[in-house]
């Protein structure tokens, strides 16, 4: 099974069941024109998130990673009218892109973009929070998850990107900050009885992923 057949795949399924969208469009356009580099999710996975602030009638929602703000812009469409979206970026160059993406879909008013590194802005954020989405920094995913849940109330749901990067996760010698990261993550989520989780292998145009979804109990 090739990487090519995934890749078809993931188009055919965006193409057939995520309408498509000309704010995302000019969102992953601008990034590209400014430089970001194309670590977005994907268009199905964006849906996704969409899909996951509908669930749970997301009145509050934390992004760590905003990168161009194009999942921002699918998370934030998922709010419940008044809700609103707290979202953490260490590059201003990438916030800078990303308030120009959220303005443009008309989403200014409910998305706040606040610029530092995570874990200095972490303790300014006002919980309780309905969604976080984890994708910044992946050595960091630890006390990024802490954080999230300390945020947190039971029925709160904490989706983590990126936790399987072509498989590597699973190299318990690695010495990879980002690996260690996510297999630190995880080793975190599986003692935490406040939380259950599963993780989803993913492939498809960015390759060979997957993502954590962890519910909060307690
Ligand atoms: N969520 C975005 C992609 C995020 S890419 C999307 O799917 O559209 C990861 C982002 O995390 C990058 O913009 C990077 O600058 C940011 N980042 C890296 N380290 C960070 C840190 N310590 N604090 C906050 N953001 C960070
Ligand atoms: C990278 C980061 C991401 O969040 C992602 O979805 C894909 C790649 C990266 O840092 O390479
Ligand atoms: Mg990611």
Redesign the pocket.
Known sequence: MSSRVWNDVDRYLSETLVQPDAMLEVALVASDAAGLPP???SPTHGKLLWMLARLVSARRIL??????????IWLARGLASGGQLVT????EK?AAVARKNIANARLASMVEIRV????DTLPGIEGPIDLA?I???KQ?NPEYFQWALRLSHPGSVIVV?NVVRDGKVIDAKSRDASVLGVRRLNELIAQERRVSATAIQTVGVKGYDGFTIALVLE
């Open positions: 670590i977005n999710v992004e760590i990673g905003t990168l161009g703000g194009y999942s921002t953490l970026e260490a590059v990438h530092g590194k995570a874990l989405f994708d910044a920094d960091s990107d």
